[in-house]
């Protein structure tokens, strides 16, 4: 399952600064989400609520935050964000908005990304 792998890597991307950072707890997790990144995020959450269990982070409070694509037209060179035709969550059309095409090279927004995590250490107490 993909939604699975990319948990995993979630929760080892968080726990790793946890750790570096000597945190005691993980108040807090934003993970941003492309939305060609072909997961479920309510699927991902569900996992993400299993695997945090018995860890630093399972009382953390997790958001995701969408991210749009970005595209680069290889017919008309217009840059910026590309329309989605995501009525089939996992496989979108992306589109030119200016012409169109579908010739694009997507620059952005295939990613699954640990943007911010808030911490609480033993000083903070
Ligand atoms: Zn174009």
Known sequence: ???LS???GI???????????NAT???KVTIEVGRLAMINP??????LGVLIENTIMEDA???FEEVPVEMKCFDCDFHGNAVLDDSDHYAPLVKCPKC???KIDILNGKDIIVK???IEKPDDA
């Open 116 to 118: 911010n995590i808030v």
């Open 42 to 47: 309510e699927q991902l959450q569900f996992i």
């Open 6 to 8: 990319m948990a995993q």
């Open 11 to 21: 929760i080892n991307a968080v726990l790793d600064t946890a750790k570096e950072n």
């Open 100 to 102: 169109n095409s579908l």
């Open 61 to 63: 409070e997790i958001n």
């Open 25 to 27: 707890e993980v108040n």
């Open 1 to 3: 399952m993909h939604e």
